[in-house]
Nanobody, 121 residues
Framework: QVQLVESGGGLVQPGGSLRLSCAAS????????MAWYRQVPGKQRVMVAT???????NYADSAFGRFTISRDNAKNTVDLQMNSLKPEDTAVYYC???????????????WGQGTQVTVSS
């Protein structure tokens, strides 16, 4: 089995920073793309940032210049450094990864349980 576990969420004031982490564990052979998504109640889940196994990144317009996604392939982790946070960044943040499991021919998408980020005074 494969699990993704997010951590690092919490309450922060506008302009502050948070660093989210996601650790993948289980019968993992290789992790391909990894990403961070976020969702507000009643709204669609949207992509925040993605990173390929080679380290190429992509950001939503709302995150570009403020957020940085990074990964450690040796540790099977992906982080999201969030700076200059705004109230509109408030959401549940989810880790996503495409993973080859032992004995599998094709990769499968996995999701973490989510971590709450609240930006408020």
């Amino acid at each position: 089995q494969v699990q993704l576990v997010e951590s690092g969420g919490g309450l922060v004031q506008p302009g502050g920073s948070l660093r989210l982490s996601c650790a993948a564990s289980g019968s993992i052979v290789r992790i391909v793309d990894m990403a961070w998504y976020r969702q507000v109640p009643g709204k669609q889940r949207v992509m925040v940032a993605t990173i390929t196994s080679g380290g190429r990144t992509n950001y939503a317009d709302s995150a570009f210049g403020r957020f940085t996604i990074s990964r450690d392939n040796a540790k099977n982790t992906v982080d999201l450094q969030m700076n200059s946070l705004k109230p509109e960044d408030t959401a549940v943040y989810y880790c996503n990864a495409d993973i080859f499991r032992m004995g599998s021919v094709l990769p499968r998408a996995y999701w973490g349980q989510g971590t709450q980020v609240t930006v408020s005074s």
